[in-house]
Nanobody, 122 residues
């Protein structure tokens, strides 16, 4: 199983980025997908998650209304659209896959991508 995250970069506060995570080696449509992030010196935290069908979505309070998670099962890809970015959103963002569930806890995800760095300047 491979999860390849991309789309990170440097953006000014108030700007937008879209992260992508391409999955291979698994039946993508059977997996809940999540995004987590880890800022320097901090623990990894939940950002957003989406069910296998896309019908259920969950967000951390800190990103609700600014970030949108979506998926394209035909392309085996999950996305994270990030708008109104803030300096405190600066972190390495990781995608993760969990079979048939949509957890908000990182301990329940079986597979992880390598991470993509998002830096928001003030």
């Amino acid at each position: 199983v491979q999860l390849q995250a991309s789309g990170g970069g440097l953006v000014q506060a108030g700007g937008s980025l879209r992260l992508s995570c391409a999955a291979s080696g698994l039946t993508f449509s059977s997996y809940g997908m999540g995004w987590f992030r880890q800022a320097p010196g901090k623990e990894r935290e939940f950002v957003a998650a989406i069910s296998w069908s896309g019908g259920s979505k969950f967000y951390a309070d800190s990103v609700k209304g600014r970030f949108t998670i979506s998926r394209d099962n035909a392309k085996n890809t999950v996305y994270l659209q990030m708008n109104s970015l803030k300096p405190e959103d600066t972190a390495v963002y990781y995608c993760a896959a969990a079979y048939s569930v949509v957890p908000t806890s990182d301990g329940r995800y079986a597979y992880w991508g390598q991470g993509t760095l998002v830096t928001v300047s003030s």
